[in-house]
């Protein structure tokens, strides 16, 4: 079955802690994104990667920390740093193209305990 | 100014009725568009690309104007499975680009 698949679907993060959500993809995209969605707002873009083993910052990457060592997978890492993590982060993939468009995982919801 | 701005909403409309979301975007070298829909908790997904001669998915029919900077969508005899958030989307164009999401317009079609 292909797609996008993130885990877990809900996270809780205890204050001072690192949380890693996955993002896994096997439709053979070379780019993919990481957003976060806060209530009532549009989509911001976290952290994106065109190719592997290279990613840029978005517009809100403070706070955040990617890798991307396999074209299949881009985890999200929300550092102590990020001082108000609790949101839904939706990673999305791209394939080649110029009007290719995105295509998104169930995303995760992350909540600060 | 935001990259992409749509109408507030929301709307409530009955069913059958035609309904038209509206967008602007503030980038001219934009060069593709879309619209999402967005159900409660749920990621987005895709619903329709727009395009310069303006195109129709059945019910849906999304229209450009470059001139304008603006982009609509109109959905007609609205289905109660219509309700959930639209979102404006627009790509600058570039290969493997970013997209710039509006904040959606709600939608609600009632019985």
């Known amino acids: 079955d292909g797609g996008i698949t993130q885990s877990p679907k809900y996270l809780f993060r205890k204050e001072g802690q690192n949380v890693t959500l996955s993002c896994e993809q096997n439709?053979?995209?070379?780019?993919m994104y990481w957003y976060r969605q806060d209530p009532g707002q549009g989509l911001r873009l976290i952290y994106y990667?065109?190719?592997?083993?290279?990613?840029q910052k978005g517009d809100i990457a403070e706070g955040y920390s990617v890798s991307r060592e396999k074209k299949e997978s881009f985890p999200l890492t929300v550092t102590s740093a990020q001082k108000n993590p609790t949101a839904f982060y939706l990673c999305?993939?791209?394939?080649?193209?110029?009007?290719?468009?995105?295509?998104f995982g169930p995303g995760t919801r992350l909540l600060v305990l | 100014r935001k990259e992409v701005e749509q109408d507030p909403g929301p709307f409530n409309v009955p069913e059958g009725a035609t309904v038209a979301f509206n967008c602007t975007y503030s980038?001219?070298?934009?060069?593709?568009f879309f619209w999402y829909r967005q159900d409660c908790r749920k990621e987005p997904k895709l619903l329709m690309s727009?395009?310069?001669s303006g195109n129709e998915d059945g019910r849906f029919t999304a229209q450009l104007n470059r001139a304008s900077q603006y982009i609509s969508l109109l959905i007609r005899d609205s289905k109660l499975s219509d309700s959930a958030t639209y979102l404006c989307?627009?790509?600058?164009?570039?290969?493997?680009?970013?997209?710039?999401f509006g904040r959606g317009t709600q939608l609600t079609v009632w019985p």
């Open positions: 439709l053979n995209h070379d780019a």
């Open positions: 999305a993939t791209e394939g080649a193209g110029a009007r290719e468009t995105q295509y």
């Open positions: 980038n001219s070298a934009s060069q593709s």
């Open positions: 990667s065109q190719i592997v083993n290279d990613f």
């Open positions: 989307v627009v790509n600058r164009g570039s290969t493997l680009g970013r997209l710039y």
């Open positions: 727009v395009y310069s």
